[in-house]
């Protein structure tokens, strides 16, 4: 069943509930920015460019890690053309949420 609400803890604060399509629009603004400046890039650095006021990029990872958004998010940007996955090439994460796996690289379309 698909989540429609996700919840990001605050730290010495109240939880803030986040719904699927406002955080799409994060994580699809995310992957172009991240587009914009990186020739090749994987969903770390996609979530090192989150934008918000409500939470931060490694909260949103955290919250909505189950359900796959930032794999929605990457397969509506190669759809517009944003970017596309790489055939075969592959980086290990360097964060410690995704323990070292390894993670699919994607190229950019639109790099500046």
């Not at 460019?49 to 930032?70: C, H, I, P, Y």
Request: proline residues 2%.
């Amino acid at each position: 069943m698909r989540t429609e609400t996700f919840v990001i803890p605050h730290v010495g604060g109240d939880a803030h509930i986040v719904q699927r399509g406002k955080a799409l629009q994060v994580l699809i603004a995310a992957v172009y920015d991240t587009a914009r400046r990186r020739r090749l890039f994987t969903t770390d650095d996609v979530f090192l460019n989150v934008r918000s006021d409500d939470f931060t990029g490694q909260e949103l990872r955290f919250a909505t890690a189950q359900s796959k958004l930032v794999s929605v998010a990457l397969q509506k940007c190669r759809k517009i053309a944003y970017c596309e996955p790489t055939d075969s090439t592959f980086w290990q994460s360097g964060d410690t949420f995704c323990h070292g796996r390894n993670k699919r690289v994607w190229k950019s379309n639109i790099v500046a």
